[in-house]
C-alpha cells in the first residue's frame, strides 16, 4: 500500500519545522519512508522489526552507507510516530546498523585543482562565471547549496572575506584569497540581467537570470574535470574537501578549519587529518622494503 499523503506531509512538516533540517535531507528521508511504504504493505502503526528486517534484505545490493541512511529514516519516521501517540515502540530499535569504515572523501592534488581551473573557457561570460563558481568552491570551501545560493551583499571583495549562510541558517565568515576575488570582480562585469527582482542579490546567475541550480553546477565541475584530463569521480564537494586537506596540511589549525568549514563538531573535520595520513600512509608503503 502507499503511504497516505497526509501521514507523508505530517512528517515532512515536522522535519522541516520542529527538527529543522535541511530541504536536501528532508527530501531524501521522505523519499526512503515513502519508499518503504511503497513495498511493506502494512499499516505504519503496525509495522514490526521483522518488517523493517526484511526490507533491508531486499535492498542489499545497495551499499552499507545507503542502508544505514534508509534505516536513520525510518529509525526516525517511527520515533515522530511514537512521539505523535501513533505507536508504543520503534520496530527499528532492534535492527543494528551497518558496520562503516570510516569514509574518506576523494581529494585533488594542488596541480589537479589548478589543471580543472585552467581548463575552464574564459572567453564567454559564462566561462568567467564558471571560473569564479570553482574559485569559491575552493577557495572558501563552500557547500553547493551555499554556493547556489551566495548573495552579492555577503561578498566583500575590498575587506577579502565572504559571510556565508549555512546548514540550520548559522552563519560565518569565510576570507576570500586574491585569486577568488579577482575572479568575483571579473563575473560581476559579465554578470547577465536578472529576470526578476528577486534574483538581484544573487550572485551567481544562469543564461536565463535566474539562479543557476545545484545540477547546473554539478554538470559543470565534471563537464570541466573531464577537460583538465582528471579521471577522479568528482563533484563540487570535492573542492570543499580538497579546500580543507590542503589547509590541514599546510599546518592549519583544525579549529580554524573547523569554523571555516561551518562544522558543528571537531570529529567531523578530524577527518581530514586521516586524508592527509592516509596520502602518507600510502607513499610509504609503496617505497617500503619489505613489500
Known sequence: MDLTHKILSDYNYYLRIER???PNTVAGYSSDVESFFSKV???PANVTTKDVLDYLASVDKLSKRSQSRLLSALRSFFDWL???????DNPCDAVDSPK???????VLSVDEVSAIMDSVDLSSWNGVRDRAILEVL??????????????????YLDEGFVRVVGKGDKERI????????DAIRKYLEVRPVPEFPKYDDIMFLNRFGKSISRVALFNMVKKQAML?????????????HSFATHL????ADLRVVQEMLGHESILTTEIYTHIDSSTWQKAILEHHPRN
Open 20 to 22: 529543522a533540517m535541511s
Open 41 to 43: 504493505e502494512v499499516e
Open 82 to 88: 511514537v512521539l505523535e501517540g501513533d505507536r508504543k
Open 100 to 106: 562503516l569504515g570510516r569514509y574518506l572523501p576523494e
Open 138 to 155: 575552493y577557495g572558501c570551501g563552500l557547500r553547493v547549496s551555499e554556493a547556489t545560493g551566495l548573495l552579492i551583499s555577503h561578498v
Open 174 to 181: 569565510v576570507p576570500m584569497g586574491e585569486m577568488a576575488v
Open 228 to 240: 583538465a584530463g582528471v579521471a577522479k569521480e568528482i563533484s563540487p564537494h570535492t573542492f570543499r
Open 248 to 251: 590541514i596540511e599546510n599546518g
